[in-house]
């Protein structure tokens, strides 16, 4: 995936590239807590650096729900959405409603040539339905 974006293969981009496959929407403390397993060494500045490389690259994606921190994933290139738990911030996945972008025609363009919506569905996750139902 490196030499394909053209990036140099280092073992910090390796790492972080691994773990953000692992853990998708992990925030960068996790990413970072997830490299030092395998890169004792790595500071936090240099996970930092590789992600936006990675994100300036289109090999990552950084989301940011408000009131959320940013988070990374692999899942690129597929206009895929998120659903975000009100209550306590789990994010899934949710496919785009007609597989390619723009996934909304807006209702006035305003003469802009949009290519991409970028759609957040809010909600409750079910782990929280069920502990509200039972509390
Ligand atoms: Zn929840
Ligand atoms: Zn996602």
Partial sequence: M?????????????????????HPHADTDS???????????????????????LSA??????????GSVARYESRVGDNHHHVVCRSCGAIADVDCSVGEA?????SDDQGFSIDEAEVIYWG???ECVSALATS
Avoid: N, W
């Fill in 2 to 22: 490196l030499r394909g974006a053209a990036l140099r293969v280092t073992r910090p981009r390796l790492a972080v590239l691994t773990a953000v496959h692992a």
């Fill in 31 to 53: 990413i970072f807590e997830a490299v030092r397993q395998e890169l004792p060494k790595v500071s936090q500045q240099a996970v930092y650096d590789v992600l936006r490389a």
């Fill in 57 to 66: 690259a289109g090999l990552v994606r950084r989301i940011q729900p408000s």
């Fill in 102 to 106: 723009p996934c909304l025609t807006a």
């Fill in 124 to 126: 409750v996750c079910p």
